[in-house]
């Protein structure tokens, strides 16, 4: 697709159930990070996915979380057993080549309510 | 890991006045530093970079300017438009990193 692309776009949930949140990235591109945006925050990094090699999940804010990329392409942040502090704008984001100083180009986000 | 701080908060300006945005960062190993424009309901884009090797960028209305030595840089928006009006966020990477860290963000209400 021509932008990154997030589903759902809106989610609500109930306190203790997990949630999984889709990213599919520009075609092409090798990099792709995962941020939390809480209301009136900054983003949050979460987890970056550059090509074969071992993810960055350094921004994981506990083992509740995690997320995977398969083939290279599509991710799916997962965040289990949800709490009512989880509840954010969860941003997906992709870029060509991170080391030459690309800006990524984010998707819309997910808006995460937990009820 | 690198802190960036970004003020003002908020800034309303006039239309066709200038906005000044203005950022710190506290890692001199920091060296390109990209500006996002997030509307309401949409996801933050890229509106102007600028990489360490260069004091300032400029395109069109808007300006970006690096200092090294006091470890910060400005976003500077002229002759601003109702369009204008958004959530801004700075950034600044590490040479070595793989993450952005960015700012808290300023809301510009630009008035007509």
């Known amino acids: 697709g021509a932008g990154v692309s997030q589903s759902p776009s809106n989610k609500v949930t109930e306190k203790g159930k997990d949630v999984e949140l889709r990213c599919d990235p520009i075609s092409g591109h090798t990099a792709l990070y995962w941020y939390r945006q809480s209301l009136g925050q900054g983003l949050e990094f979460l987890i970056y996915f550059q090509g074969n090699s071992a993810p960055d999940k350094s921004g994981l804010p506990s083992d509740r979380f995690s997320a995977e990329r398969t083939g290279g392409s599509v991710s799916t942040l997962t965040i289990q057993r949800t709490q009512q502090e989880d509840s954010a704008v969860y941003l997906c984001?992709?870029?060509?080549?991170?080391?030459f100083g690309d800006g990524y180009t984010f998707g819309s986000g997910t808006r995460l309510t937990v009820v | 890991g690198e802190n960036v701080e970004q003020h003002p908060s908020t800034l309303s300006v006039q239309e066709g006045d200038s906005a000044v945005i203005k950022c710190t960062y506290s890692d001199s190993a920091s060296n390109y530093f990209p500006w996002y424009k997030q509307e309401l309901g949409k996801g933050p884009q890229l509106i102007i970079d600028i990489r360490s090797n260069v004091g300032e960028k400029k395109d069109q209305r808007i300006a970006v300017t690096l200092n090294k030595t006091a470890k910060h840089f400005s976003l500077h928006i002229t002759e601003t438009q109702p369009e204008d009006s958004a959530v801004y966020f700075c950034a600044a990477r590490l040479q070595s990193g793989n993450q952005f860290y960015f700012g808290t963000g300023t809301s510009l209400t630009v008035i007509p």
């Open positions: 984001a992709s870029s060509l080549a991170p080391r």
